[in-house]
């Protein structure tokens, strides 16, 4: 029952998406969502980067990722949008280097060291 609830209501819907006007009001409504959404995902979080000397066992580099963090293959570190605490602690397992990347508007210093 709820499988055709679901496609009578798409149904109805599909109707309204020849109207432009609609169409606008719905993506500015999802828009709205979608930037509410990404801003509480990225609450506290801040771009990093990480470089290690030796290669990392696969359940760490698990970690890493789910930490927020990918490896960039070209320049041999792990970057990505992070809380710093927590990546921290997880560098600090196998000797790693973070690096705070400081926001585009700042450039007199792009990257500081920490």
């Given at each position: 029952m709820a499988g055709n609830a679901l496609?009578?209501?798409l149904l109805s819907l599909s109707a309204g998406a020849k109207e432009s006007a609609r169409v606008a009001e719905w993506a500015k409504a999802g828009g709205h969502i979608f930037d509410?959404?990404?801003k509480?995902?990225?609450?506290g979080r801040e771009p990093l980067t990480v470089t290690?000397?030796?290669v990392l066992p696969t359940p760490f580099t698990t970690q890493l990722r789910?930490?927020?963090l990918r490896w960039n293959k070209v320049l041999h570190h792990?970057?990505?949008l992070a809380d710093h605490a927590a990546v921290a602690a997880l560098a600090a397992e196998h000797d790693g280097?973070?690096?705070r990347i400081t926001p585009p508007a700042d450039r007199e210093s792009r990257v500081s060291a920490e």
């Amino acid at each position: 029952m709820a499988g055709n609830a679901l496609y009578g209501a798409l149904l109805s819907l599909s109707a309204g998406a020849k109207e432009s006007a609609r169409v606008a009001e719905w993506a500015k409504a999802g828009g709205h969502i979608f930037d509410r959404e990404a801003k509480a995902r990225d609450a506290g979080r801040e771009p990093l980067t990480v470089t290690f000397a030796a290669v990392l066992p696969t359940p760490f580099t698990t970690q890493l990722r789910a930490a927020g963090l990918r490896w960039n293959k070209v320049l041999h570190h792990w970057e990505g949008l992070a809380d710093h605490a927590a990546v921290a602690a997880l560098a600090a397992e196998h000797d790693g280097k973070i690096q705070r990347i400081t926001p585009p508007a700042d450039r007199e210093s792009r990257v500081s060291a920490e």
